[in-house]
T-cell receptor, first 115, second 113 residues
């Protein structure tokens, strides 16, 4: 089955630790995205990548880093510099960077909690 | 500054009636608009989209209307069903420039039977 997979579903991190969230897609999509959802805040864009080995900062990139070494994978690292990392993280992909009538497909999300 | 605004945090509707969810945007470069439905602890699922060259798009019970001059779009669900109860997000992008989707804060729809 084609789709976008995020792992793990739940993740706990101690303060001061870096943690990496996985996102893999087998849809052959060029573009991939990371969003963060907080209560009452909607989905806010962290980083996005339109092509392998290239990515751009979104609205709230501080304290996060990404890589795009393979078309299928777009891992997100939440660093210790991120002040409020507890949130629901969503990864998405699309055929092209929203050119024409293409929608983004989302994974099931990762709930990160700092303990 | 929010580029996509959903000013109603919640909406309650009776089963069988029409649900109307509204969305406003400020960026005149946006040319592609989408609605997503989301349940708690799950990823959003795509519902319906509209490009700026149209003013209406229909898919079954769901219709999206776009008023470019007012920078306003709305999602109509007719008839509403209890299974439609979820959070609905409006999203927009500048598809010509290939920008990422910008989302509103969402509207929680509750459909009672």
């Amino acid at each position: 089955d084609g789709g976008i997979t995020q792992s793990p579903k739940y993740l706990f991190r101690k303060e001061g630790q870096n943690v990496t969230l996985s996102c893999e897609q087998n849809l052959n999509h060029d573009a991939m995205y990371w969003y963060r959802q907080d209560p009452g805040q909607g989905l806010r864009l962290i980083y996005y990548s339109q092509i392998v080995n290239d990515f751009q900062k979104g609205d709230i990139a501080e304290g996060y880093s990404v890589s795009r070494e393979k078309k299928e994978s777009f891992p997100l690292t939440v660093t210790s510099a991120q002040k409020n990392p507890t949130a629901f993280y969503l990864c998405a992909s699309s055929i092209a960077p929203f050119a024409g009538n293409t929608e983004a497909f989302f994974g099931q999300g990762t709930r990160l909690t700092v303990v | 500054d929010q580029q996509v605004k959903q000013n109603s945090p919640s909406l309650s509707v009776q089963e069988g009636r029409i649900s109307i969810l509204n969305c406003d945007y400020t960026n005149s470069m946006f040319d592609y608009f989408l609605w997503y439905k989301k349940y708690p602890a799950e990823g959003p699922t795509f519902l319906i989209s509209i490009s700026s060259i149209k003013d209406k798009n229909e898919d079954g019970r769901f219709t999206v209307f776009l008023n470019k001059s007012a920078k306003h779009l709305s999602l109509h669900i007719v008839p509403s069903q209890p299974g439609d109860s979820a959070v609905y997000f409006c999203a927009a992008s500048d598809a010509q420039a290939g920008t990422a989707l910008i989302f509103g804060k969402g509207t929680t729809l509750s459909v009672s039977s």
